[in-house]
């Protein structure tokens, strides 16, 4: 199949790009619906776990949907909750029809969703003109995919999901051994993929414990091990110190800001997560010339 998309696109590397560009929009619309949705499926299973634990089926504190997934129920108005047509569903264009608003209610939308839906789209785009139409480039934007949807989740909720992080480590490693190496950043070959997801997990695992024996405080969260363990087994192992670089010095840079400008509590939680997908996405993107670009500013290239 993907033979066939190369040669309708041979040739035209910008036809390609508008149509990932123009696919990407929806689903830059569903990740909205995964962001949203997978925090509250996720709550539902942890009260029902510990209604269970007591005893006993509490009922919960207010009234919800018997089926809730990322299908089930229709998206609705949070306001009104007058059912949202499919209209009213076009990526960035019915938001801007509406103004920003419910067609029923007038209730204020949130601009973030046609920002998220405009974000996957942009990114997908360079994606897609970075690879070309190869299995490298199909494998890019599911990984760009699922870093949006982990990225807002924890930022909204300091919260990775194993739903998805999961996911994505599994499909690096099932990517290496089905595809092999590519002479592009991913995927890696079977070894370097086994060994990037092992050595991210342990190396963070093994700095959280240190920390907390240090100072008896968590600063981090498993999530942030099994997200740096799945771009391990995408990207490989050799890129797994770029990506703690990149995040660290990101993260240190916009906490200090923060506390500068805004005056947040230091003792205040940051996600991290956000850091090391942004980090994984640059080392996916453009890993060696990063590298090499260190190594002769360092004078360690001749």
Same mark, same amino acid.
């Given at each position: 199949m993907l033979n066939d998309f190369a040669a @309708?696109?041979?040739?035209?590397? &910008?036809?390609?790009?508008g149509s990932v560009f123009l696919l990407s929009l929806l689903i830059g619309s569903f990740l909205n619906v995964v962001i949203y949705r997978i925090p509250v499926m996720l709550?539902?299973?942890?009260?029902?776990?510990?209604?269970?634990l007591d005893g006993g089926d509490?009922?919960?504190p207010v009234a919800e949907p018997a089926t809730f997934n990322l299908m089930v129920p229709r998206s609705a108005c949070p306001a009104c909750a007058a059912p949202i047509s499919a209209w009213q569903n076009i990526p960035i264009v019915s938001w801007?029809? @509406?103004?920003?608003?419910?067609? &029923?209610?007038?209730a204020k939308i949130s601009p973030r969703y046609p920002i998220i839906e405009l974000l996957t789209a942009v990114l997908s785009s360079w994606v897609a003109c970075h690879f070309g139409v190869a299995w490298p480039a199909v494998c890019a934007l599911l990984v760009t995919w699922f870093l949006i949807a982990l990225t807002c989740i924890d930022i909204d909720h300091q919260l990775l999901p194993d739903n998805l992080t999961l996911p994505l480590m599994w499909g690096g490693l099932?990517?290496?051994v089905m595809l092999g190496a590519s002479s592009a950043s991913l995927p890696v070959a079977p070894a370097s993929a086994i060994i990037g997801a092992v050595a991210g997990y342990l190396s963070l695992w093994l700095v959280f414990h240190l920390f907390r024996l240090v100072t008896g405080k968590e600063g981090m969260g498993y999530g942030d091990f099994k997200l740096y363990a799945a771009l391990?087994?995408?990207l490989g192992w050799k890129v797994l110190p770029l990506i703690i670089l990149l995040s660290a010095a990101t993260g240190a840079i916009i906490g200090i800001a923060m506390i500068?400008?805004?005056g947040r509590d230091r003792s205040q939680p940051?996600?991290?997560?956000p850091y090391l997908a942004a980090a994984g996405w640059l080392a996916m993107m453009y890993g060696d010339s990063l590298i090499s670009g260190y190594l002769r500013v360092s004078g360690l290239a001749r």
């Open positions: @309708l696109y041979s040739g035209n590397l &910008a036809l390609f790009s709550e539902r299973e942890w009260r029902a776990q510990a209604a269970a509490a009922p919960a801007l029809i @509406l103004r920003g608003r419910c067609a &029923a209610c007038k099932l990517a290496s391990g087994a995408w500068l400008i805004k940051m996600p991290f997560g």
